[in-house]
Each structure stands twice: as C-alpha cells, then as structure tokens.
C-alpha cells in the first residue's frame, strides 16, 4: 500500500477541519445578492437580505446614507442590473458572522461591496453592505498619472504565490502595501477558484484566485512574493509547477521577497544558495543546507532577494519589499 505523503495528510485534516459549511452557505447569500440584482429576482433578494438591513455609503457631496434594503430591492427589481460583472475577492467567517468583499463592474462605475451577514436561526443573512462607487477608468477620461514619489511601483505587476493553508497577515498587508506603493497584484495558486488562509478552529477566511499556476508565467510578472505559512509553503514544495515558477523569476533576475515559511519554495527551486537570508527561526538548517547564511534579523536584503521571519517583523518587510520591487532586476 502506498502511503501519501505526510504534508499532503496534514493538508486534508486541516482543510476538513475548517468550516467549509458556512464558508459554502455564506457564498450562496452572496449569490442571492448578486444574481437577484442582475436579474431583478425579488424572490432571490429578500431571501438575501435580512428585513432591517440597510446599505450604507457616502454621497459625492461627503454626506452620510444610509438605504434601507427594502427599499433597494424595490429598486433594483424595476431596474435589474444586466450589465454588471460581480467577483467575491474575499470572505471571512468566524462563528456566527461573516464578511464578503466582493467587486462590482457595470458599464459606467466600478464598486467595491463589503457585505456584513450573521447566522440567524440557523441561516445566513445580510445584514448590511458598506459600498463605494467610482467611474470606469476605462469609461471617462484618464486621471493624470500619479508620480513616481507617491506611486513607485506604478506599470509593474507582482504575483503571489500561495495554496491552502497561507498566514493571513503575511499575505493581505505585503498585498496591501504594494497595491498602495501602485502595482498590479495577482493572487495565484495551483487551482482555480478560491483559496483558504490558514487561520483558528471556527473561522474561515478566502480569496479569489486571479490566475492558476498553470495559466501564469513569469515573463508576465516584474517581481515574486512569497508568504509564508506551514501549511501552504509545504504543500507547494510538492507542485513541481511552483518551484519551476519560482526558478523563471531567479533566472530572469527578477526581484522575489519571501517571509517564515515561504523561504522553503524559494530554497527548493535553488534560490538561497551564495546568499544571505532569514526566515522563521525553524528553517535554519534547511536553508544552511541549501547554500544560504541564516541571520536572525527582521529583514535581509540579498541582491534581488528580500526575506524576513515572521508577521511581527511586517511593517520593515513591506517597506524593503517596495523599495527593492521598485528597481530594476540585478543578480
């Protein structure tokens, strides 16, 4: 009898330990939401949205609204949006609350919803939605480009490589930090669909992929990041797709950046050997084998590589992380 490999077990215990129930009822709410909307089903909508829910956004003129959602549905039931293209970016439950970031486009403005729902009687419902609205940049005249002071990774696109099981914030604020700094992020994983972060027992938190491993090349891409977390760093070790990914990057001489965990991937595809890194303290002899000089310091700058140990050690990454994703390739 073959036995599969241990990261491989490990993987489907913590998977089938996660409430992927609620994770799946919550996206059905969703979809009620979505789907009434685009087809004006009222049926759909009220089943969506619990009676005293509201909506709430800011006017152009700064004030505050609040929208009961009884009276959104009467409108959008009149009005069904046919046009609009809607997209669950993230989703988090924990216990008996959830949130759903979801991004809106119609012919005219693009929005972005962050939907409250609470598990009533058993069931999931809306309870709230927080929206803002802007016009298609593709639909108005284009805004004057933003400097490069401000917007130094402005024109570059990054792609973040994780599976299930990734560290929240690990991944979420070096995203946050470089859609800030001006680049382009894709989140890509081995399948399509979604993908869980590794969190505690009774929450569940998910995104969309933007594009699978399969379908990604690294002649797209101006840099790497790769977060870290056990569960996801192990199991990509195994996807020889990943580590021949990551090894496009090296070669090119892209810039790549990898913290705790994630420094397992890049040692795989050959990545540390002749350079100065660090990672979660675990790693060290790993990445000592691999060819590296281990430092315990909250970031390492190593020619196109920059690491880092753990979450506390973020807010140094990220600035590093921008700095050297804003120059050039060098070896």
Known sequence: MTLAPLPSILLAIWLSATPADDAEAVRAVVADYTEGVKSGDSARLHRAFHLESKLLYVKPDGTFTAWASADYIE???????????DKVLQLDVAGTAAMAKVSVR?????????????????KWTIVSKVFHREPRTDAATP?????????????RTVAILVTHGFNLPEMTETRRALEEAGA????????????RAETKAGRTSEFSVDRVLSEARPDAYHALYLPGGTPSADSLRLVPEAVTFV???????????????????????GGV???????FPSL???LQNAGATWVNEEVVVDGMLVTSRWPDD???FNRQVVTRFARPASP
């Open 75 to 85: 409108t959008v039931v009149k009005n069904p949006a046919t046009g609009r293209e």
């Open 106 to 122: 119609t012919p005219k403005f693009d929005f972005i919803d962050y939907i409250s729902l609470l598990k009533l009687g058993g």
């Open 143 to 155: 805004a004057a480009p933003l400097t490069a002071k401000s917007s130094p990774l402005a024109g």
């Open 184 to 195: 382009r992020v894709e989140l890509i994983a081995p399948n399509e669909g979604t993908v």
């Open 247 to 269: 090894q496009g990057f090296l070669q090119a001489k892209k810039p790549v950046a990898a913290i705790c965990h994630g420094l397992w991937l890049l040692a795989d595809a």
């Open 273 to 279: 050997k002749g350079r100065r890194v660090t990672s």
């Open 284 to 286: 060290r002899l790993d």
């Open 314 to 316: 973020l807010p140094a």
